[in-house]
Structures are given as C-alpha cells and as structure tokens.
C-alpha cells in the first residue's frame, strides 16, 4: 500500500490508474464551442478573425425593449432570424416587422440584407432576441423578406436520426453564399447520421458552418462530434440552450440528452455560390449502409436473458 501514498485515490480508497491517459491525445479546440456571453446585448459573436475561417460571421443579439442594434456590412450579404419577441428591422429603405413566439413554436420571418444597406433593428415590447449572420456578396439579390411559405420542410432519415429540417435560406430561396437551415431533434437521438463533411476533401465543397443549440425543456443539453480520420483532429463537445459549435472541417454529428429535444440553427457559407448552393456533402461510407434500412438488425430488449430453467434441467 505504501508505493500507492502519493496516487490520487477513488472514494473506495483505491489508485487512480484507470483515469491516467493511454497513448497519443487527440487535440480539441475549446475555440470551436461558444458559451453564451452573459455580458452586453451580444450573445455570440463569430466572425473569420476570432474563428480562423474566410466566409462567415454569426451573431446572436438580445436587446431589451426599445434598445437598438445598428450594423452596416459592405461586401456581405446579411440574413436576420428572430429567435425570441418582436422587433422592427429597417434596411434599404424598408421596415419589417418580424416577430416569434418560440422557435419551438413557429417558423421564421428571415430579412435578408443585400451588401452594403445600413441595418437598423429596434426590439418592441418584451424585448427582442435575434440571430444576424453574414458572407461574402456583391449584391445579386436585393434586401427583403423570405416568408415561411417559401421555405422547404423535409423528414429526414429514421432510426433514432430521424429529424425534421426547414430550408429557411436554401435553394429554391436565392442567395449568393449564405444558406441556412433549421433542424428538429426529438430527444434522445441524432442529427448529421450518416456523418458527413464539406471540407473541401473527399470530393466535398467547401462550407464553413455554425451549429447555434436549443433544447426543450432548456435545462438539457447535446453533443456535438467533429472528427477525421486522415489527421489527428477529434473534437467532442458539450452544448447547452443558446451555445454554438463551429465546424471547421471533417465529419460531424450531434445528439441530444434523452430528457430534451434539440433544435439547431445552421448557418453555412463558402466557396459555393448562388446555385451552387444545392451541392450536396460527402459521407461517411463506413456508415451510409444504415440509409438503405434503418431497422437492420435493430435490437429487441432484452437482449440476453438467463438460460431457461426447465429447459436445464432436463438437461441435467
């Protein structure tokens, strides 16, 4: 016992060994996941300079009631989604009113800002949460507003991946680089299965991309995995209600606890552009076989059980 004195000891008294690292560490950078920022009116801010990317910046804002956030971006193209209240957004000349309940509520009214229009958003009563991202344009398309009637629903996958994603700024609804899209996770399962990557390897375009997190009830909280297996780059993160996670290259999933659903709000931008939007990711092959019958050899509880009495002994 005496060569054990100086080891770390578990609440039974004994060593610690089994928590000591076994081989080569994989490195996860703690840059790629987002904690809500308690101070100011900015939630989260990404933008290339603090993340290391070419293409996107999003932000969530919280303005109280009558407060006012002002932005201009020249050279980008801006897309506002409400998260939370009610707020008035005047751009190029316009004024929308878009407001929600929840996102677990309702669909979004999105502005999209073309480069250059002077933003003015002014939250009503009850206070106003928002989410506001942007990417490299020359302005194609002109500011205006995309209705939920435009956007396309989808059920995707099954299993326990099975999902729902709302198309909010995706193909057919036009822009130059920015595409966005809104996933629902019943709790307890996954998005992004089969994994799949738009790194610019593999044959995959190129897509820098933010998951922004909810959850429902909002005390719970997901996983998100980001990972290749050419290099050394393995990240796994813990995420909670209004937390982000940054996708800055290989396959990637994500789960939610099985007390809470999960939303998430994607925002992607690269080196697609306009219609090029459609381009699809690469996946993992090891695991697309699960595509083609999502209730292959899908296990019945229990699994084992005890050897049946009688049946032993007669045996014996």
């Not at 080569?24 to 993340?51: F, K, Q, W």
């Not at 958003?121 to 500011?143: C, D, R």
């Not at 306009?274 to 019958?293: G, K, V």
Request: hydrophobic share 35%; proline share 7%.
């Amino acid at each position: 016992m005496t060569g054990f004195a100086s080891e770390q000891l578990s609440h039974s008294g004994q060593p610690l060994r089994h928590a000591r690292p076994v081989g080569p560490m994989r490195e996860t950078d703690t840059s790629h996941h987002r904690a809500r920022n308690l101070d100011g009116t900015v939630r989260i801010d990404i933008t290339p300079e603090n993340s290391g990317w070419d293409f996107l910046s999003f932000a969530v804002i919280e303005l109280d009631d009558g407060d006012t956030h002002i932005d201009q971006r020249d050279g980008q193209e801006t897309a506002i989604v409400p998260l939370r209240g009610a707020g008035t957004v005047r751009a190029g000349g316009q004024t929308f009113e878009i407001s929600r309940t929840s996102v677990f509520d309702e669909m979004p009214h999105i502005v999209y800002v073309t480069p250059g229009d002077a933003i003015e958003v002014v939250a009503a009563g009850g206070g106003f949460e928002f989410s506001i991202g942007s990417a490299e344009a020359v302005g194609k398309y002109p500011t205006r507003l995309i209705e939920p009637s435009e956007m396309k629903q989808e059920l995707r996958g099954g299993g326990a991946a099975y999902r729902h994603v709302n198309h909010v700024l995706a193909p057919p609804i036009q822009a130059e680089r920015l595409i966005l899209y809104e996933v629902y996770v019943p709790r307890g399962t996954w998005s992004g299965w089969a994994p799949h990557r738009h790194d610019g390897r593999d044959g995959s375009p190129y897509l820098e991309e933010v998951y922004y997190f909810r959850t429902q009830p909002d005390n719970g909280f997901v996983m998100q995995r980001n990972w290749t297996d050419e290099e050394n780059f393995d990240e796994l993160f813990t995420a909670r209600n209004g937390e982000a996670v940054l996708v800055t290259k290989g396959y990637h999933s994500s789960v939610a606890c099985p007390s809470s659903h999960m939303m998430f709000l994607n925002y992607l931008a690269g080196e697609l552009y306009d219609d090029e939007r459609t381009t699809p990711p690469c996946f993992d092959e090891a695991h697309t076989w699960i595509q083609d019958d999502w209730d292959h050899e899908a296990w019945e509880l229990p699994v084992v059980r005890p050897p049946d009495a009688a049946g032993s002994a007669a045996k014996g």
